[in-house]
Antibody, heavy 120, light 107 residues
Framework: EVQLVESGGVVVQPGGSLRLSCAAS????????MHWVRQAPGKGLEWVSLISWDGGSTYYADSVKGRFTISRDNSKNSLYLQMNSLRTEDTALYYC?????????????WGQGTLVTVSS | DIQMTQSPSSLSASVGDRVTITCQASQDISNYLNWYQQKPGKAPKLLIY???NLETGVPSRFSGSGSGTDFTFTISSLQPEDIATYYC?????????FGQGTRLEIK
């Protein structure tokens, strides 16, 4: 059974930093592109970033480019999101998601999310 | 960037009704469209991929159709457990983009 468990969400002040983690199990982690998708309270879904199976390619939404960094450790079946220069508009539930098929930009499985609140 | 326009934004229907949601892409995306269900307080769940393919384990009352720029998601007979928000999502180009969602309620 595929499992994705996010952690690291906390309350942080504007301008602060945070690192989210996602622990994966139940599938061959290094076969798949992985994504972060977020959802602001009461709002819709927004794709944030993706990383290829080997970490060689990364892409970001314009809203986070230059502030967030996605990475992965295939030896630990783990995905990360380093979030710097946080803004109030980054407040959201952050989901880790597995590509439907290797390299896909669709999301086959989602974790339960970790809540990031940016507030003074 | 490709924009996805989903309608309606909310919908109230009775158990047993046929429910239809539409999604329009701002440019041709072939069949690179998925549909997700998000129940309150839960993570989204993939229902339909490649516009019309039912994900394993998803009830057959759910279906999808369309290609190019116009897509349709249908529940053939609404059940109480279908109360959720539904999202379309294009994956033809980066960035992947979602529709704004359709909140489905029971009348």
């Amino acid at each position: 059974e595929v499992q994705l468990v996010e952690s690291g969400g906390v309350v942080v002040q504007p301008g602060g930093s945070l690192r989210l983690s996602c622990a994966a199990s139940g599938f061959t982690f290094d076969d798949y592109t992985m994504h972060w998708v977020r959802q602001a309270p009461g709002k819709g879904l927004e794709w944030v970033s993706l990383i290829s199976w080997d970490g060689g390619s990364t892409y970001y939404a314009d809203s986070v480019k230059g502030r967030f960094t996605i990475s992965r450790d295939n030896s630990k079946n783990s995905l990360y999101l380093q979030m710097n220069s946080l803004r109030t508009e980054d407040t959201a539930l952050y989901y880790c998601a597995k590509a439907i098929v290797s390299g896909s930009y669709g999301f086959g499985y989602w974790g339960q999310g970790t809540l990031v609140t940016v507030s003074s | 960037d490709i924009q996805m326009t989903q309608s309606p934004s909310s919908l109230s229907a009775s158990v047993g009704d046929r429910v239809t949601i539409t999604c329009q892409a701002s440019q041709d995306i072939s069949n690179y469209l998925n549909w997700y269900q998000q129940k309150p307080g839960k993570a989204p769940k993939l229902l339909i991929y490649d516009a019309s393919n039912l994900e394993t384990g998803v009830p057959s009352r759910f279906s999808g159709s369309g290609s190019g720029t116009d897509f349709t998601f249908t529940i053939s007979s609404l059940q109480p457990e279908d109360i959720a928000t539904y999202y379309c999502q294009q994956y033809d180009n980066l960035p992947p983009a979602f529709g704004q969602g359709t909140r489905l309620e029971i009348k």
